[in-house]
């Protein structure tokens, strides 16, 4: 089975709240088509109270046995990559997965400690997406399962347990 590997890198925003409890919010923003010459955990941009941050690189991998997820994901009309953010046990926030499968991104938001948005995908993940697509999507027909026929001339099956069942039992 087919598999491609694409890197790309993960901007997210800290925003400060106005919260007794929380002091700051992290969230996917962005994802680039490349690697910035930054490393990974730099602050690359400020405005007031909100702060962009480069988290670093995740691997997004595509499968030839999902390019029907993918083809939907193209096709809705505002093409995106799932991020996922997670907090790591001393505070700082990281990239915990990214996909393009819209039925995988939607599982990310099982884990509710995870801040989980949809970004819109980069035009060059695009590209690379339909190529992948237009290489190993193989239509799936559509089949529908027939029902078995009863037989009109079989005894009845009651399964364990039926008054019926406990009678013919008697009879033998």
Excluded: C
């Excluded at 997210?12 to 010459?37: H, I, M, Q, T, Y």
């Excluded at 690359?44 to 595509?62: D, F, K, Q, S």
Aim: net charge negative.
């Amino acid at each position: 089975m087919p598999v491609r590997h694409l890197t790309v890198g993960i901007v997210a925003v800290k925003r400060k709240l106005s919260n007794p409890w929380v002091d700051f919010e992290w969230l996917p923003e962005a994802v680039l088509p490349g690697l910035p010459e930054v490393p990974p955990g730099t602050r690359i941009g400020a405005e007031g109270t909100v702060e962009r941050w480069y988290l670093g690189p995740v691997e997004l991998t595509l499968h030839s046995g999902e390019t029907s997820h993918y083809r939907d994901n193209l096709a809705s009309g505002r093409p995106s990559v799932w991020v996922a953010l997670r907090e790591s046990q001393e505070g700082g926030w990281g990239v915990a997965g990214a996909t393009i499968d819209p039925y995988e991104g939607e599982a990310f938001v099982d884990v509710v400690t995870d801040k989980v948005e949809a970004v819109p995908m980069p035009h060059e993940v695009a590209v690379e997406l339909q190529a992948f697509i237009d290489a190993h999507h193989v239509d799936q027909p559509f089949y529908k399962r027939k029902r078995d026929r009863k037989d009109p001339n079989a005894e009845p099956d009651f399964g364990i347990g039926h008054p019926a069942l406990a009678e013919r039992g008697k009879r033998s």
